[in-house]
């Protein structure tokens, strides 16, 4: 059986874009709170939200490079067969 | 310990409850003229005097204003009149002390009373309060003002050119929660009234037993036009009063539908109605009764462009809090109510916009009544006990209540005017010939 190798420097990309989709979910409930005139307190009471949407932006983000990825893997098959 | 039920009549501390003694005064003017006569100085100057009333008709209602009347300090009840004699022994048993005659217009010569208190069939009315008028009394009578609009009209003249007082007994006008309900409503609360729902429903047949069938009429005398006018003046009068006193003006017109739906028992009055009437800036009162399913009970919804007053539940909504969830909860509900509910087949405007969840808002926080609508004869703390206080206050002051004889004129014109275009069922303007100056239309 094959061995899965994650490397130091996918964990710390990885690390980075869950940082970003922790800071854009943090966005939306600050945004959220000025919207629907909902208490501040909410920035501290509904991390538990936040941490979820992180969850879901993280998995969007993850789709769509999983999709990027199978477009660049076909695009690089086909210059390979047609020898460009 | 204080009973849940106990009526407390203590005006000083009903005036303290609506804020007239802590700086509403100015607020309070605007939105119930009628309560500037009960200052706290006026209080003080009657409180060693009494008004010498007189009770004319004693039957359920009658009694009802007897148990108030006895609770009342500045209140001594004289006398009784009644032409059924149950009732008037079932009123001697509550005071033994008062007098009692079978013909009003005797009791009107006796010049030991001050006032005398009309709880009397509807068409009784305008007979007794034109004749207590013209014999010098001061006069609070039952609701509505009268059986016809010429009697009403008659009425409002006669009080222009009398130094005495008249009350009729509006009581939502004396209601703690109504009272403030409006005050919420006139400073903008619940944002421009843009439509008005009241109704009354109950199952019950508004029958009482009549001991022998010749008495059928004047002991069923709600369920015959002779005398009374059906639910329109029996029920609908209180809270037309409310979308009158709401709105500060008066609907131009009206339509409306009515039938005998169930109680089909040989009476003659509607026991379903359904009337709209339209203001002129196409504001509509939607006024529905119906005595054979009680489901909805009684309701005054006041609805503005930001909340929504209902002041028999004594609670408001507003329109930008429907729900007490957080705001990225809010957030994420509205992005998947776009994604997955959304009807692509009829457009996005189609949704089936089932009631939502809104969060109430008490009027009057820790103390506060809701009746259910069931009784004939009156409800505790339903302001009929502070109107009757204040009418035995001005006895003795002399002192007229501003306003109150034209909120209930304005009321039972109204209920008239429905009556008159369910039964020709057609559209029906508001007479010229019945309009008054405290009337504004526009």
């Known amino acids: 059986m094959k061995d899965i190798v994650i490397t130091s420097k996918r964990i710390k990309k990885e690390g980075r874009i869950v940082l970003i989709c922790f800071i854009a979910a943090f966005v939306i409930n600050v945004l959220s709170i000025i919207l629907y005139k909902t208490p501040w307190m909410e920035i501290v009471t509904q991390l538990g939200y936040v941490v979820v949407v992180t969850i879901g932006l993280y998995v969007l983000f993850f789709f769509l490079r999983f999709v990027w990825w199978v477009v660049l893997k076909i695009f690089k098959r086909k210059k390979t067969k047609t020898g460009i | ?442």
């Open chain 2, 1 to 442: 310990m204080k009973k849940e039920k106990e009526v407390d009549v203590s005006l000083r501390q009903f005036i303290k409850n609506i804020g007239y003694m802590t700086g509403g005064a100015a607020l309070l003017a605007g939105t119930t003229p009628w309560l500037q006569s009960f200052t706290p100085d006026k209080l003080e100057e009657i409180k060693k005097e009494r008004a010498r009333v007189a009770v004319i008709g004693t039957g359920s209602r009658g009694q009802y204003h007897i148990h108030n009347l006895l609770q009342i300090p500045h209140a001594e009840i004289v006398a009784f009149c009644d032409d059924y004699q149950p009732s008037l022994d079932a009123a001697l048993a509550l005071c033994p002390k008062a007098k009692t005659y079978t013909d009003y217009r005797k009791l009107l010569e006796n010049p030991e009373i001050d006032g005398v208190i009309i709880a009397t069939p509807l068409n009784w009315h305008a007979t007794m309060v034109l004749d207590a008028l013209a014999a010098g009394k001061h006069v609070f009578c039952e609701k509505s003002m009268a059986l016809t609009m010429e009697q009403c009209k008659a009425i409002y003249d006669a009080y222009q050119h009398t130094g005495k007082v008249l009350y009729f007994c509006m009581q939502r006008m004396f209601d703690e929660k109504y009272i403030k309900g409006m005050q919420m409503i006139h400073s903008g609360l619940i944002g421009d009234v843009v439509g008005l729902r009241c109704h009354w429903f109950r199952n019950h047949d508004w029958r009482r037993p009549v001991p022998s069938p010749s008495l059928e009429r004047k002991i069923n005398w709600r369920l015959y036009w002779e005398s009374s006018a059906g639910l329109m003046t029996e029920l609908a009068s209180h809270q037309l009063e409310v979308c009158n006193w709401a709105t500060r003006k008066i609907p131009e017109s009206v339509i409306g539908t009515g039938d005998i739906v169930h109680w089909k028992d040989g009476r003659e009055v509607y026991d379903s109605v359904n009337v709209i009437y339209h203001y002129s800036d196409g504001v509509k009162i939607n006024y529905e009764s119906l005595i054979s399913n009680k489901f909805n009970g009684m309701e005054d919804q006041i609805l503005g462009h930001k909340g929504t007053m209902n002041l028999a539940t004594g609670k408001y909504y507003l329109e930008d809090e429907t729900s007490s969830k957080s705001g990225i909860e809010q957030l994420l509900k509205q992005i998947g109510d776009k994604v997955f509910t959304a009807v692509p087949a009829a457009g996005p405007s189609w949704r089936p916009e089932t009631k939502q969840a809104y969060t109430p808002h008490y009027i009057v926080e820790d103390r506060f009544h809701v009746n259910d609508g069931l009784s004939m004869i009156g409800a505790d703390k339903d302001g009929s006990d502070q109107i009757l206080s204040a009418f035995c206050q001005a006895c003795i002051t002399g002192e007229k209540g501003k306003n109150i004889v034209e909120e209930a004129y304005s009321a039972t014109m109204l209920c008239l005017l429905g009556n008159q275009a369910m039964a020709e069922k057609c559209k029906v303007d508001f007479p010229e010939e019945y309009k008054i100056p405290s009337m504004k239309f526009q």
